[in-house]
């Protein structure tokens, strides 16, 4: 085993930009490969359950090509996870074309790891009921029909499948859904680097440079793991790494401070220290991994719930803002009226959000509300069809124009709308249903790897 492995992140997020020149700086180094996510969930489950993309292909075409010649002129693996968004073979195949576009575009010569992450669901369907499945967090309870009317479930691999692809000599590796870690740690663990320090490294690499400062996920990030320690420095000479930056970004997205769980077990970071190294760089020692007794798989899976159509208005009359509670509770009855014999109230949503007021957090803000100047009100309709959804928007919008309420004055319109169409048209609406733990013995029998030699 070498003394130690250095590596490249490439930014936050595919798709969300870098400096070229940053790219071109760290290529001057002893780097081993090359490492990028390309999904997420924070979008939601619509790009999921619909198989669409959410980082568009001209975003993902100026990102990776760069990164891709860089690889291949430095024969060095390129890494990318959650491909296309959110990883299921629609989102894996739409960045495969691009990716074999610029291939050829460039003329370029490698062996292609192609990692589908999709679950078969009669192969979810027997583990439930095996009782082998179980939630991960605070999420809805699930059952067979929830199951069955998922599209595009798939399953968050480790590091497992990407050192297969590495074994197997790949140059290139696009990975379906993943976790983030695993794609800047399987090198390392593979080259019987300590796992907990990899893992550790790779959590706070997985966002490019967001753990330096100034703060942004839009640059690279090069780290270096030796025997006991990693090392983590931004590439953008603009920006440095702090101890408190750093293990500040170790906390990203968990509950915990002192650990965060990955499929290879429990990252321990109790005794992690964190010292300042050289004028940018970080050192970081003293984390280690508890292997998981039992290996889990993270199931996601989103299901169709209807179609949605939305409209955006302004209130700026502040007996009209102090009345919105009556406003919309009439709107309500309004709509429901209207709308019997047709649909039922329970069979479709009719959401207020009043931004401004307490549209971002919720109605539970106490009762010592004080009134602005203006509101910012975005009525959502959601139904079984966008047909139905367009005409129960229509209503509300329509009835909380002119409805009346204590201490009105003016018959005109209580809203603003800036807009002309007014409603605008949202498509189908997922939701995520299957975002469960399985009980599994190995991934490498769930996610196979395909390899294309260019």
Same mark, same amino acid.
């Given at each position: ?41 924070? $979008?939601? $489950? ?38 296309? =968004? ?32 999709? +679950? ?14 179980? $939630? ?29 692809? +590495? ?14 870690? *695993?794609?800047?740690? *399987? ?18 690499? @997985? ?5 330096? /400062?100034?703060? #942004? ?45 990955? $499929? ?13 190294? =050289? ?15 039992? @290996?889990?798989?993270?199931?996601? #899976?989103?299901? +169709?719930?209807?179609? /949605?159509?939305?409209?955006?208005? =302004?209130?700026?009359?502040?007996? !009209? ?14 709509? !429901? ?38 509101? =910012? ?67 490498? !029998? ?9």
């Amino acid at each position: 085993m070498s003394k130690n492995i250095k590596f490249i992140s490439l930014c936050g997020m595919l798709g969300y930009g870098y400096p070229i020149e940053g790219l071109k700086r760290a290529m001057k180094e002893d780097i081993a490969f090359i490492g990028v996510d390309a999904g997420s969930t924070d $979008p939601g $489950p619509y790009y999921l359950g619909s198989g669409k993309a959410f980082v568009k292909e001209m975003q993902i075409r100026r990102d990776l090509e760069p990164a891709l010649i860089a690889a291949r002129e430095k024969d060095i693996p390129l890494i990318i996870g959650t491909a296309g =968004g959110s990883g299921a073979r629609p989102h894996v195949d739409f960045f495969c074309d691009i990716l074999l576009d610029l291939a050829k575009k460039n003329k370029l010569s490698f062996k292609l790891a192609v990692i589908y992450a999709d +679950l078969d669901k009669d192969f979810i369907l027997q583990n439930f009921e095996a009782g082998k499945i179980s $939630p991960c967090g605070p999420v809805p309870e699930l059952n067979g029909e929830k199951i069955k009317n998922c599209t595009n479930p798939v399953g968050q691999m480790g590091t497992e499948p990407l050192i297969a692809a +590495l074994e197997s000599g790949a140059d290139v590796i696009v990975a379906g859904r993943c976790c983030d870690t *695993a794609i800047f740690a *399987a090198m390392p663990i593979m080259k019987g680097f300590d796992p907990g320090l990899a893992l550790h490294c790779a959590k706070i690499a @997985e966002c490019g440079a967001l753990c330096a /400062r100034p703060v #942004g996920a839009n640059d690279s990030l090069m780290a270096t793991i030796g025997e006991d320690y990693f090392i983590v420095e931004p590439v953008n000479t603009t920006k440095k790494c702090s101890p408190a930056s750093t293990a500040g970004h170790s906390l990203y997205e968990q509950p915990d401070p002192n650990c965060f769980y990955e $499929p290879e077990g429990k990252i321990d970071m109790n005794n992690s220290v964190f010292e300042q190294f =050289g004028e940018r760089s970080v050192k970081v020692s003293g984390t280690r991994l508890v292997p998981a007794v039992e @290996e889990t798989l993270k199931l996601e #899976g989103a299901e +169709l719930k209807g179609y /949605r159509t939305v409209t955006i208005a =302004g209130i700026s009359d502040p007996v !009209a803002i102090s009345k919105i509670d009556d406003i919309e509770c009439k709107v309500r009855e309004a709509v !429901a009226a209207n709308m019997s014999g047709i649909v039922d109230s329970d069979q479709y949503s009719l959401i207020f959000r009043r931004y401004g007021l307490d549209g971002a957090i919720g109605r539970n803000i106490g009762a010592n509300k004080t009134i602005p100047d203006d509101l =910012g009100l975005l009525i959502e309709a959601i139904a079984p069809t966008q047909e139905l959804a367009d005409t129960i928007l229509s209503l509300a919008r329509s009835t909380a124009l002119h409805q009346s309420f204590e201490g009105r004055k003016a018959t005109a319109g209580n809203l603003a709308f800036p807009f002309s169409p007014s409603d605008l048209q949202g498509g189908a609406v997922y939701e995520f249903s299957i975002y469960h733990l399985l009980k599994i013995d190995k991934q490498q !029998a769930i996610f196979s790897v395909e390899y294309t030699n260019l």
